[in-house]
């Protein structure tokens, strides 16, 4: 681990926090200052991961997908018991990007459709698209005349949208909204919205089920009390790694 890459890319990602609050604010200037911050923290995190490389880090990403095909095994197995014969949709991680799912959450799906062992119907991974005006802000700027801008530069801008810019209350009626004869429970693994108290759904009689595979929890207590977060992960604050 390179502390002075670690240095580098957290004040550049503090530059790009700076540059998106300028931004909102009007000024013209603000947008550049995010786009350029952030590119540059996305670079310099990829070349701390290459030098840091070896057989301790692939040993922590082999650690890290068995521990979370434990946690959708055992969270499927909770649900099996306890609601037999419902069907689920999972939400997962937006593909606008580009990217494709990643190992960490194959291996999160494999355990929760072994721990459903059948009793339990996964009945689709839905990945919401960001939306085009949240796109079409935070994409770069064109490059100078004359200029071609490297292709991976907007996927790699569009990778670091923050998810509470376009994942909102409003957004997660309208999933359940699409979904609601289809399937009785929401096993979410990006967490909830931060405005998630305004959602709508929740006074729905016949609301589905939710549950936190991987996300904040500690706002959600008075949603579990109500049993209308019927499962939720969470990290052991004693746990030692």
Do not use: H
């Not at 650690?63 to 099996?80: D, I, P, S």
């Not at 937006?94 to 194959?106: C, D, K």
């Not at 770069?140 to 907007?154: D, Q, S």
């Amino acid at each position: 681990m390179n502390i002075g890459l670690i240095i580098i890319m957290i004040i550049a990602a503090a530059g790009m926090i700076f540059g998106l609050k300028k931004d909102k604010m009007g000024i013209p200037w603000g947008k550049p200052v995010a786009v350029v911050c952030a590119v540059l923290a996305l670079i310099f995190a990829l070349m701390n991961l290459g030098s840091s490389g070896g057989p301790d880090t692939e040993k922590i990403i082999e650690v890290e997908k068995a521990y979370r095909a434990v946690c959708g095994e055992t969270v499927g197995q909770y649900l099996a018991e306890k609601f037999a014969g419902s069907k689920a949709i999972v939400l997962a991680s937006s593909t606008t990007t580009g990217t494709t799912p990643n190992n960490m959450e194959e291996s999160l799906f494999e355990g929760l459709k072994k721990g459903f062992d059948g009793k339990v119907q996964l009945v689709e991974v839905v990945r919401p698209e960001i939306p085009q005006e949240i796109i079409d802000r935070y994409r770069p700027p064109e490059p100078p005349p004359g200029v071609e801008a490297p292709p991976e530069e907007a996927m790699m801008m569009l990778a670091m949208i923050p998810m509470e810019e376009w994942f909102n209350a409003a957004a997660l009626d309208k999933l359940v909204e699409q979904y609601k004869d289809e399937a009785d429970i929401l096993v979410t693994t990006v967490g909830l919205p931060m405005d998630v108290a305004q959602a709508r759904f929740w006074l729905l009689p016949d609301r589905p089920k939710v549950v936190v595979l991987f996300g904040s929890v500690y706002e959600l207590k008075p949603a579990i009390q109500a049993k209308a977060v019927v499962a939720a992960v969470t990290f052991n604050p004693n746990a030692e790694y």
